[in-house]
């Protein structure tokens, strides 16, 4: 499911101006992560470690709204 956003009101909405004039408004992240702790529940639970992680990734990313946005044909989109 997702909701159009109102750019007009969107607190954003200068970020956005900005941004998507880019040829890639995007954004990547590369950092060195202690896995101890996960690698050890995964192994609790018996189920694979790149699953477990895989579901964590997407579960914190999923949320912060603002990962959740997507711009399609002009338009910004916020997906449940």
Same mark, same amino acid.
């Given at each position: 499911?997702?909701?159009?956003? /109102?750019?007009?009101?969107? !607190?954003?909405?200068?970020?956005?101006?900005?941004? &998507?004039?880019?040829?890639? !408004?995007?954004?990547?992240?590369?950092?060195?992560? /202690?896995?101890?702790?996960?690698?050890?529940?995964?192994?609790?639970?018996?189920? &694979?470690?790149?699953?477990? @992680?895989?579901?964590?990734?997407?579960?914190?990313?999923? &949320?912060?709204?603002?990962?959740?946005?997507?711009?399609?044909?002009?338009?910004? @989109?916020?997906? /449940?």
């Amino acid at each position: 499911m997702r909701t159009l956003i /109102d750019q007009a009101t969107w !607190p954003r909405r200068e970020h956005f101006a900005f941004f &998507s004039a880019f040829e890639e !408004p995007f954004f990547g992240l590369v950092a060195d992560v /202690d896995i101890t702790i996960a690698r050890a529940e995964a192994r609790r639970l018996g189920v &694979s470690f790149f699953l477990y @992680y895989l579901y964590q990734a997407v579960a914190a990313a999923n &949320s912060v709204e603002a990962f959740r946005h997507r711009i399609e044909q002009g338009q910004v @989109y916020c997906y /449940d």
